[in-house]
């Protein structure tokens, strides 16, 4: 049974950072590469970052460039999400993802694009 198990989310305050996690299991994690995404309450999910299963290649949405940062450590098999100067607009669920593409990656995923999905984690910014 494969599971991506997001952690990590929470409450700050505009101008804090928060580190997100996510676990997997049941996969081959090295072959994999991986997503996250968020959607804040009424609005459409948004693809923010994703990175290759090899050669650690990265992709961001414009929202987030600069102030997130995706990376993986094969070992432990798990993704990370490190977010830097978090604002009231970054309020949403955040959910990681994985897709069977054992090479590089070429663009931002979309959530249609990947195999797995995590439960989210809530992070909440204030002002």
């Known amino acids: 049974e494969v599971q991506l198990q997001a952690s990590g989310g929470g409450s700050v305050l505009a101008g804090g950072s928060l580190r997100l996690s996510c676990a997997a299991s049941?996969?081959?994690?090295?072959?994999?590469?991986l997503g996250w995404f968020r959607q804040a309450p009424g609005k459409e999910r948004e693809a923010i970052s994703a990175?290759?299963?090899?050669?650690?290649?990265?992709h961001y949405a414009d929202s987030v460039k600069g102030r997130f940062t995706i990376s993986r450590d094969n070992v432990n098999n798990r993704v990370y999400l490190q977010m830097n100067n978090l604002q009231p607009a970054d309020t949403a669920v955040y959910y990681c993802?994985?897709?069977?593409?054992?090479?590089?990656?070429?663009?931002?995923?979309?959530?249609?694009?990947?195999?797995?999905y995590g439960r989210g984690t809530q992070v909440t910014v204030s002002s």
């Open positions: 993802t994985a897709v069977w593409i054992p090479g590089g990656l070429r663009r931002l995923l979309q959530w249609r694009d990947y195999d797995f």
């Open positions: 049941g996969i081959t994690f090295e072959d994999y590469a």
């Open positions: 990175i290759s299963a090899v050669g650690g290649i990265t």
